[in-house]
Structures are given as structure tokens and as C-alpha cells.
């Protein structure tokens, strides 16, 4: 059989079936960009390649996946962070004109050019450290206009880099000042003006919403996901972060790909994710940079057999993390998750929470051949280790 690379003498996670998919003894061969062979070496067809790479024995996996990221806006918050050392809560920090709306005012001030390249270095340091795919969200625009030159930025960091990149529109995520006491009326405005137009260009592949008490209601969310069901997009939402708003129970209603955050989530919420399959994403990065203790409630999740994402939910005001291998190492110590809850989390469940599981996320014929290869004695590794990267190479397409 004919490929065009041909990864042998290596150590697999493949991702697939119990576990971890783990051969001691495997081969990965690619044809056109698409894995033709990911398994053991003696159960591989016999390939004349074009190219042949020794891997002496590194440990092979899929491609990091980061399903959960800020990474489009302007300016940073690093006062706020000053503030919230010295006691104030991420509630009175936005209440008082921080939050969500100061960084409005600088991305609505950035052009796009400079959206790309304020957000290519945070991009690069996940590219370093094996992600082959990235979700990008809006919300930091809160206008139409601006909305639209954020998503136009996060589809171009995808043509500047080699990476997957998959939008969201955000639109519902804060009130925007010129709103002010009109909730409803904004929301009217995301649902008649923005996504239409949003998605007549193309330029979003899921819509999310932040249903919480600084947020929107559960009836507003419901009525942004209407009109994200009109419009053929998929859907994904910020959920139960600060308080239980059964955000994840309505989301789970219009079949989520995902609920994120989660902290504050009710056995109700658990059950009605695992009986849509929406995946459960977790951001221990905002965990940590909050100082939050209410754990989410991964026994109920593991339990009910939903599946379970990690992200580090890349932003300027809450998680200004972009190491996936410090977010597994988060979601080992303080979300108490296992090492193959986290590699699973950061690949196969992150590419279900953004509904791309038939193209990435594992190791098999057909998908992308999106790999990273590392210089690891196991894989427990990546997870175990704080502040190291031992990425030997990442491999987009077969490139």
C-alpha cells in the first residue's frame, strides 16, 4: 500500500476503544493528509512510503485539542487581578465596569489586523505544546460589527497558522453599556440581528451563551439557542460557574455539544447531559485563577457516564492560561480526575465537545493525521510534569 509518511517504532495512545488505546509496538501511516493505519505494527499492511520517520520509541498521540478558549480580544486585565488579590470578587469587579465590558472597550478599539496579532503568540505557545486544533470564541465585541471582525480575526489565525481552528459566536456573554438595564433587548438583538447575519457569513461553527446571575436568564439563553437552532448551528454554553441557574439541563434540552464550567451543577443537570450526550467541559484554569472551592461534581459525572472535556479557557479576565499540559496537570489535583480522564479530555472528549469527532480526536483510519510525539517514558507524563514540554514534534495533516 502507498502513503505518503510512514511513523514507525513507536509507542501509540491511539485514544480509541477502553482506555487509553495504548500499543507498545505501533506504526502510524498517512496518505493525503488522513491516517490510513494507526495499530500495532505486525497487524499493518505492508506500505512503500515516501517518507519514513524513526521515532526511537517516543510515545505518539493524537493532537492536543483545546475546546474551550477566549483567545480573540484586546488589551488584558492584569489591575483586575491586582483587585482581585486584594479581595474583590469577579462579581463586584464587573459590576463596578470591569469584567467582560472592559475588555469590550479595547477589543471594540482593536482593529483586526491587531486582533491577529495580539492573539498569535497565546496561539503559538498552545501550537508549542502539541495543539493541532483550537476552539476561538467571540463575545468581547457585544455589537454586531465588532462581533463579526472577532470571528473574522480567530478564521484567520487558522490561515496563519497550521491548525484547526473552530469559531463560536458569543454574542450573549455580557450586557454591552449601551444596553444598560435592557437585557431583553439586547438579547432581542443577538437573536434578530447577530446570528442571522453571522451565520449568512459563515462565520461561526457553534453559538454559546453565559446563563448565569451576572449573565442571562435560562428563558434568555432559551431564546438565543432558538435562534441558533434556526440558523443550523450547534450549540454550547457556559453553565452553573457561579451559582445553579439549570443552565446545562436547558442547554441539554436543545442537544449541546457541550456545558462548561459546571461547578455549581445539580444531579438534575448531570442526568439530562448524560441522556443528550453533551460532554461536560472543565476549566480548572478559572478555578484556580478565582480562587474558587466548589468543586464540580465529576463522581455524579463519571457515574452517569458523561463524557468529560478539560480546556483552558484562554481569557484576559479569569484564565490567562495557555499551557493544555498545565490544564490536565490542574485537572488531576484539583478536580481529582485521573491521568486517562485528562488525556481523554484534551482529545477524544474535546473533539466530541466541539462536534468534530469523525475528523480528530483519536488515533484510526480516516481521521485527520493530526499527531503530536513526545519524549516521554509513559504517558502519565504529560500529566504529572508542571512547567515542562516534552513535545519532540507536532505533526497537522500529515505535515
Same mark, same amino acid.
Given at each position: 500500500?502507498?502513503?505518503?509518511?510512514?511513523?514507525?517504532?513507536?509507542?501509540?495512545?491511539?485514544? =480509541?476503544?477502553?482506555?487509553?488505546?495504548?500499543?507498545?509496538?505501533?506504526?502510524?501511516?498517512?496518505?493525503?493528509?488522513?491516517?490510513?493505519?494507526?495499530?500495532?505494527? +505486525?497487524?499493518?499492511?505492508?506500505? $512503500?512510503?515516501? $517518507?519514513?520517520?524513526?521515532?526511537? *520509541?517516543?510515545?505518539?498521540?493524537?493532537?492536543?485539542?483545546?475546546?474551550? =478558549?477566549?483567545?480573540?480580544?484586546?488589551?488584558?486585565?492584569?489591575?483586575? @487581578?491586582?483587585?482581585?488579590? %486584594?479581595?474583590?470578587? &469577579?462579581? #463586584?469587579?464587573?459590576?463596578?465596569?470591569?469584567?467582560?465590558?472592559?475588555?469590550?472597550?479595547?477589543?471594540?478599539?482593536?482593529?483586526?489586523?491587531?486582533?491577529?496579532?495580539?492573539?498569535?503568540?497565546?496561539?503559538?505557545?498552545?501550537?508549542?505544546?502539541?495543539?493541532?486544533?483550537?476552539?476561538?470564541?467571540?463575545?468581547?465585541?457585544?455589537?454586531?460589527?465588532?462581533?463579526?471582525?472577532?470571528?473574522?480575526?480567530?478564521?484567520?489565525?487558522?490561515? $496563519?497558522?497550521?491548525?484547526?481552528?473552530?469559531?463560536?459566536?458569543? !454574542?450573549?456573554?455580557?450586557?454591552?453599556?449601551?444596553?444598560?438595564?435592557?437585557a431583553d433587548g439586547y438579547i432581542a438583538r443577538v437573536v434578530d440581528e447577530m446570528i442571522p447575519e453571522i451565520a449568512r457569513l459563515g462565520l461561526?461553527?457553534?453559538?454559546?451563551?453565559?446563563?448565569?446571575?451576572?449573565? @442571562?436568564?435560562?428563558? +434568555? =439563553?432559551?431564546?438565543?439557542? #432558538?435562534?441558533? =437552532?434556526?440558523?443550523?448551528?450547534?450549540?454550547?454554553?457556559?453553565?452553573? +460557574?457561579?451559582?445553579?441557574?439549570?443552565g446545562a439541563a436547558l442547554a441539554a434540552e436543545y442537544g449541546a455539544l457541550s456545558a462548561d464550567h459546571l461547578e455549581h451543577l445539580d444531579e %438534575?443537570?448531570?442526568?439530562?447531559?448524560?441522556?443528550?450526550?453533551?460532554?461536560?467541559?472543565?476549566?480548572?484554569?478559572? @478555578? &484556580?485563577?478565582?480562587? #474558587?472551592?466548589?468543586?464540580?461534581?465529576?463522581?455524579?459525572?463519571? /457515574?452517569?457516564?458523561?463524557?468529560?472535556?478539560?480546556?483552558?479557557?484562554?481569557?484576559?479576565?479569569?484564565?490567562?492560561?495557555?499551557?493544555?499540559?498545565? /490544564?490536565?496537570?490542574?485537572?488531576?489535583?484539583?478536580?481529582?480526575?485521573?491521568?486517562?480522564?485528562?488525556?481523554? *479530555?484534551?482529545?477524544?472528549?474535546?473533539?466530541?465537545?466541539? !462536534?468534530?469527532?469523525? #475528523?480528530? !480526536?483519536?488515533?484510526?483510519?480516516?481521521?485527520?493525521?493530526?499527531? %503530536?510525539?513526545?519524549?516521554?517514558?509513559?504517558?502519565?507524563?504529560?500529566? &504529572?510534569?508542571? !512547567?515542562?514540554?516534552?513535545?519532540? %514534534?507536532?505533526?497537522?495533516?500529515?505535515?
Open positions: 500500500m502507498r502513503c505518503d509518511r510512514l511513523w514507525r517504532n513507536a509507542r501509540l495512545a491511539t485514544m =480509541t476503544g477502553p482506555g487509553l488505546g495504548l500499543v507498545e509496538i505501533g506504526l502510524v501511516a498517512s496518505r493525503g493528509g488522513t491516517i490510513v493505519h494507526a495499530g500495532a505494527e +505486525q497487524d499493518a499492511p505492508s506500505f $512503500e512510503a515516501d $517518507e519514513t520517520i524513526d521515532c526511537e *520509541g517516543r510515545w505518539i498521540t493524537p493532537g492536543l485539542i483545546d475546546c474551550h =478558549t477566549h483567545l480573540v480580544h484586546g488589551g488584558n486585565r492584569a489591575r483586575e @487581578f491586582e483587585m482581585r488579590l %486584594a479581595g474583590a470578587s &469577579y462579581e #463586584e469587579i464587573a459590576r463596578a465596569g470591569g469584567g467582560i465590558v472592559s475588555t469590550m472597550q479595547a477589543t471594540r478599539a482593536a482593529s483586526e489586523d491587531e486582533l491577529v496579532e495580539s492573539a498569535l503568540p497565546r496561539l503559538d505557545a498552545m501550537i508549542a505544546e502539541g495543539v493541532t486544533a483550537v476552539e476561538i470564541k467571540s463575545g468581547y465585541g457585544l455589537d454586531t460589527d465588532s462581533e463579526i471582525r472577532m470571528l473574522r480575526a480567530a478564521r484567520r489565525l487558522g490561515d $496563519e497558522r497550521r491548525i484547526r481552528v473552530a469559531t463560536t459566536f458569543l !454574542g450573549a456573554h455580557a450586557l454591552p453599556p449601551e444596553h444598560a438595564g435592557d461561526a461553527d457553534a453559538v454559546d451563551a453565559f446563563c448565569e446571575g451576572i449573565g @442571562f436568564t435560562a428563558s +434568555q =439563553t432559551a431564546r438565543v439557542f #432558538e435562534a441558533a =437552532t434556526k440558523a443550523g448551528l450547534p450549540i454550547k454554553l457556559h453553565a452553573e +460557574q457561579l451559582s445553579n441557574q439549570h %438534575a443537570g448531570v442526568a439530562a447531559m448524560a441522556r443528550a450526550g453533551t460532554v461536560a467541559t472543565l476549566l480548572p484554569g478559572a @478555578f &484556580y485563577f478565582m480562587r #474558587e472551592t466548589r468543586l464540580p461534581p465529576v463522581e455524579a459525572l463519571r /457515574t452517569a457516564g458523561v463524557k468529560i472535556a478539560l480546556a483552558t479557557d484562554c481569557n484576559p479576565g479569569t484564565s490567562p492560561l495557555t499551557s493544555p499540559l498545565l /490544564t490536565m496537570n490542574m485537572g488531576a489535583t484539583m478536580f481529582r480526575l485521573t491521568v486517562e480522564e485528562c488525556l481523554l *479530555g484534551i482529545t477524544r472528549h474535546a473533539a466530541a465537545a466541539l !462536534g468534530l469527532l469523525h #475528523e480528530i !480526536g483519536t488515533l484510526e483510519a480516516g481521521k485527520r493525521c493530526d499527531l %503530536a510525539i513526545w519524549d516521554v517514558e509513559h504517558p502519565a507524563e504529560l500529566v &504529572y510534569r508542571m !512547567g515542562f514540554n516534552p513535545l519532540h %514534534a507536532r505533526i497537522w495533516s500529515g505535515r
